[in-house]
């Protein structure tokens, strides 16, 4: 079947603007992960649901962060007043379960602030 | 933060020779996985060892494990031009969260 999609591929959004990155994950994996991959900060774990909830948003590096999923799918992430730090690719990532599975990851969102 | 770190950064091989490729880690894990990256984009799961295995084999990949050491290294054997790409460790040890490594490049040269 399909595998997880993200959108867009790329964003660029001036400083300050809020963005949406949208993540289709797998049909039926009930577990979705966001992650982040920027240069100087390697690849790291920003939030996971189990269905609907969020039971780690640990990694999420400030409250111009949120996410949310909706009908155990779909799951958004909005990054609110956009700052250059910003600037990283954007991975979703999903599994069937979430406890010790494989994780399938989409292409990315590049985003870029200006 | 990074859970680990894998070893070398970089490696540079001929079409048919072998690549090892290590990882250290820190805390006790319930797996470990292997991911490629080609290009800065998606990640491609290769291979994933549960802490109670010692060695799994995929095609040309062979993933040990060392609970003891804390530590992994990933094999391919008889490389292509076409394995060039970012290699990645991750550990699960909560929940499903994967803390990454640093990555290794490798680049095998036709």
């Known amino acids: 079947g399909a595998g997880v999609s993200q959108s867009p591929s790329n964003k660029v959004t001036e400083k300050g603007k809020d963005v949406e990155l949208r993540c289709d994950p797998i049909?039926?994996?009930?577990?979705l992960y966001w992650y982040r991959q920027s240069l100087g900060q390697g690849l790291e774990f920003l939030i996971y649901?189990?269905?609907?909830?969020?039971?780690?948003k640990s990694g999420l590096p400030s409250d111009r962060f949120s996410a949310e999923r909706t009908g155990g799918s779909v799951s958004t992430l909005t990054i609110q007043r956009t700052q250059q730090e910003d600037s990283a690719v954007y991975l979703c990532?999903?599994?069937?379960?979430?406890?010790?599975?494989?994780?399938?990851f989409g292409p990315g969102t590049r985003l870029t602030v200006l | 933060s990074q859970q680990g770190e894998e070893d070398p950064q970089a490696l540079s091989i001929q079409e048919g020779e072998n690549a090892t490729m290590n990882c250290s880690y820190k805390?006790?894990?319930?797996?470990l996985q292997w991911y490629r990256q080609n290009s800065g984009r998606g990640l491609v799961h290769l291979i994933l060892?549960?802490?109670?295995?010692r060695e799994k084999h995929s095609g040309r990949l062979r993933v040990t494990l060392d609970t003891s050491k804390k530590s992994s290294s990933l094999l391919i054997t008889a490389s292509r031009a076409a394995d060039t790409a970012s290699y990645f460790c991750?550990?699960?040890?909560?929940?499903?969260?994967?803390?990454f490594g640093q990555g290794t490049e490798l680049s095998v040269k036709p």
């Open positions: 990532a999903s599994s069937t379960r979430g406890y010790e599975d494989t994780q399938y």
């Open positions: 049909s039926g994996h009930t577990a």
């Open positions: 649901f189990q269905g609907n909830s969020a039971p780690d």
């Open positions: 805390t006790s894990i319930n797996n």
């Open positions: 060892i549960r802490s109670n295995e």
């Open positions: 991750a550990t699960d040890n909560q929940g499903g969260k994967l803390i």
